[in-house]
């Protein structure tokens, strides 16, 4: 009877004992956890795997004493190859992505991946580059990235445009968007221009303008570009400093733009001028003109009564602290 008894008892233990089904999207590479998991713990243990980086989704379903575990795994980068590059080196290109072999593939978008490395190269002058990214993701959950490269040449910025400018003379709004001609052609020194030139517009009292680059114009000029050697800046030091700079970091580009045989980039900005407004100050003795203009908000397009008041604002609080 005893003996009947605990035989009893085992099979309805095991009618009735905590069982796990665990459903992944691809194989998992450790799953010990399945070893400890239980009733009593499975809520904190599924707290600890949603914490894995590797993972990009757990969620659970129990039903009865059938807990159903479903984890969505990122894939695993097994191999990255990189062709066609000279400028920027393997780990480079990886760093630049934030990929590496054996981290999970996070962001597995092959047109982000291009933009990315795309910009890149316009930022170091390489206008012409085109970059092909292809991931093969096999059933095991494991990635496979191939970059091709096409760097081509390097382009120097070889003018500044300015279409619709009338009052304020082209020197000094080269100077004021921060460019050099000469210098390596950046792509986002080349857009952050649009907002240096608009405040700079703004201080000289035309608050309705506002600027955008329209396009940029690539050439190659047959005439020797010294400018590559000696970028045009006020500064003999810095023209020294600059041109040092392109010949080391691209010394081949450097001397063939002394021969005259260059690639430049040419931003063409669009301009809207606009009415240009004087502000005075009377009274003041403590702070000059210049501090108290300094209080006034660039960014703003156009001059009417909030923006004064807001300027009023700013001044009163000056004062009183």
């Given at each position: 009877m005893p003996t009947f008894l605990l035989i009893l008892w085992g099979i309805l233990?095991?009618?009735?004992?905590?069982?796990?089904?665990l459903h992944t999207?691809?194989?998992?590479?450790?799953n010990n956890f399945l070893k400890v998991i239980n009733e009593k713990n499975y809520k904190q243990i599924i707290e600890?795997?949603?914490d894995i980086p590797e993972f990009k989704r757990v969620d659970y379903k129990?039903?009865?004493n059938v807990l159903h575990l479903y984890i969505e795994r990122y894939p695993i980068i097994k191999k990255i190859e990189v062709n066609g590059n000279v400028y920027f080196r393997d780990r480079d290109i990886k760093n630049i992505l934030g990929i590496e072999e054996g981290m999970p593939l996070i962001r597995g978008d092959k047109e982000n991946f291009e933009e990315i490395l795309l910009q890149a190269y316009r930022s170091m002058g390489f206008l012409g580059a085109k970059v092909q990214v292809d991931i093969d993701i096999n059933q095991k959950g494991e990635a496979y990235i191939k970059i091709n490269l096409e760097e081509n040449n390097l382009y120097f910025l070889g003018?500044?445009?300015?279409?619709?400018?009338?009052?304020?003379?082209k020197k000094e709004l080269i100077k004021a968007s921060g460019l050099v001609i000469g210098e390596v052609f950046n792509i986002s020194r080349v857009e952050d221009a649009e907002e240096k030139l608009e405040e700079y517009y703004?201080?000289?009292g035309f608050f309705q303008?506002?600027?955008?680059?329209k396009e940029v114009k690539r050439k190659t000029l047959k005439r020797r570009f010294m400018e590559a050697l000696f970028p045009k800046t006020e500064d003999f030091l810095d023209k020294l400093s600059l041109g040092f700079k392109n010949l080391i970091d691209h010394p081949l580009a450097t001397l063939k733009a002394i021969i005259g045989d260059v690639k430049v980039g040419i931003p063409v900005y669009e301009v809207f001028e606009g009415e240009k407004f004087y502000i005075k100050f009377k009274g003041n003795s403590f702070f000059s003109e210049k501090i108290l203009f300094s209080l006034f908000d660039l960014k703003s397009v156009g001059l009417d009564i909030f923006t004064l008041e807001k300027l009023k604002e700013k001044i009163e609080k000056l004062y009183k602290e």
């Open positions: 233990w095991l009618s009735f004992a905590f069982e796990v089904k999207n691809y194989p998992l590479k450790k600890i795997l949603r129990l039903e009865g003018n500044v445009e300015f279409l619709g400018r009338e009052k304020l003379s703004r201080r000289k303008s506002f600027v955008f680059l």
